[in-house]
């Protein structure tokens, strides 16, 4: 089983990252193509903190982004920054 994973810098909103986490997480819960397990947790290192995301696949890190950035774009649209 391979395991991705995509780092966030401590200032990229952890509080929007972490729900959008969970909330996809618990959307795939039942998903037969998922083989593996999910976490996120915080690192800490020369650079700062970070939040670390790792999913049971590349297709599952690319749908988790794609749903974080489009999270984004609809807070944008509606005035927020």
Request: glycine share 8%.
């Amino acid at each position: 089983m391979s395991k991705f994973e995509t780092r966030f810098a401590a200032d990229e909103d952890p509080d929007r990252i972490h729900a959008a986490f969970y909330g996809f997480i618990e959307r795939h819960a039942d998903n037969a193509d998922r083989d593996g397990d999910a976490q996120i947790r915080t690192e800490i290192d020369n650079d700062g903190p970070r939040l670390c995301v790792r999913l049971w696949s590349a297709g599952a890190m690319d749908a988790f982004l794609a749903e974080l950035s489009g999270a984004d774009r609809s807070l944008t649209s509606r005035g927020h920054d």
